[in-house]
């Protein structure tokens, strides 16, 4: 069974003290407080054709152990900073509905692991006055190693902001409007180019 959501988030590249250096968000696009929700430690496998015909489309396609959302995840691009995620439960294979919503990408091309990204990653809500949830803002130390290409290692640090349900994409604007002098919006794929 799978579940569908959209996802709007920003990610920036940030400097390898980017914990210690965070600028203080409150006030920020109605951020009362930043809440830190503790340390995760993902390990996530992407999977593509050889020749990487979903990359090239911008969608991804990956299964991810650790974190509160463990499992496969499909995201397919929509506008600006939008994507829909289509998850399904843990699994050793590529879920079937989820080899068929990529099908017309891959042209039925075999689909296999490409790239291991092992993520640690400081995790803050940040909350409005009333309370609620507006985004989750993540820090993290990223280091890639593709199957491609044994051998070929790549890392960086990244921050991401993703906009809870609901919440106002102005959010986002107003986060990039906080002085991120070390750091800049990333155009970098979710994984290392082959």
């Known amino acids: 069974m799978t579940q569908s959501k959209r996802e709007t988030e920003r990610k920036y590249e940030a400097p390898s003290d980017a914990i210690a250096w965070l600028p203080d968000?409150?006030?920020a696009g109605g951020i009362e407080s930043v809440v830190d929700q503790g340390t995760q430690h993902l390990d996530a496998v992407y999977y593509d054709t050889d020749n990487l015909k979903?990359?090239?489309t911008a969608a991804i396609l990956r299964r991810r152990a650790g974190g509160p959302d463990a499992?496969?995840?499909l995201k397919l691009?929509?506008?600006h900073d939008s994507r829909e995620e289509v998850q399904a439960s843990l699994s050793e294979a590529v879920p079937d509905a989820l080899r068929e919503l990529v099908l017309s990408r891959t042209r039925g091309a075999d689909l296999r692991p490409v790239v291991r990204i092992r993520a640690t990653r400081g995790v803050r809500q940040l909350v409005g006055s009333?309370?609620?949830t507006l985004a989750e803002l993540s820090i993290g130390a990223v280091r890639a190693e593709s199957l491609l290409a044994p051998g070929t290692l790549a890392s960086w640090s990244e921050i991401e902001v993703e906009l809870a349900t609901d919440s106002d994409r102005a959010l986002l604007d107003a986060v990039d409007g906080v002085k991120w002098a070390l750091v800049g919006?990333?155009?970098?794929p979710s994984w290392p180019a082959p």
């Open 130 to 132: 009333d309370g609620v």
């Open 77 to 79: 691009p929509l506008s």
């Open 25 to 27: 968000l409150r006030g």
């Open 71 to 73: 499992g496969w995840h």
């Open 185 to 188: 919006r990333t155009t970098r």
């Open 54 to 56: 979903l990359a090239r």
